[in-house]
């Protein structure tokens, strides 16, 4: 057998075997491709004033959990590059009018992790930052919000 008789023989045999591993399926059903929706995250910062607060609405599409974040609180007063241990209250409820009627909240200071957890269903909700008595000047805060 010459060289190019044996490459075709080769050629034909593997294709034969790739066809035959090609069997079909007897299964009728059919994977629709999933969708994944990423969370949101959402910043909102502002200031507060000794015995005020703030609120920021958002909007949740699916329901899911929503974890709240006091990512920073400053001063003007602060030494640049320092962090202030300055509790303030946060909470999560719904907005009514120009304020936010709450559900859950929670003292807290800036840190890297959500101590408000929520479970909402969609639609329009708020987050609400208010002295806890405790200030004694405005601060600026920064509020970290994630949510689908």
Known sequence: MTARKAF?????SSMAV??????????T??????????PTPE???????????AFYSFT???????????ASVSTSTAPSGTAPAIPLGIGLGTPIGTDCSVTSSI????????????NMTPGIYCVRVYDIGQL???VNFAIRIVHT
């Open 8 to 12: 075709v023989a080769l050629l034909l």
């Open 18 to 27: 790739s066809f035959a591993a090609c069997g079909g399926s007897n299964s």
């Open 29 to 38: 059903t059919s994977t629709a491709p999933t969708v994944s929706v990423n």
């Open 43 to 53: 910043i909102f910062e502002g200031k507060v004033d000794p015995g005020g607060s």
């Open 60 to 70: 949740v599409t699916q329901t899911g959990n929503v974890d709240v974040m006091l």
């Open 107 to 118: 003292n807290t200071s800036a840190a890297l992790t959500s101590p408000l957890v929520g």
């Open 136 to 138: 004694r000047s405005t």
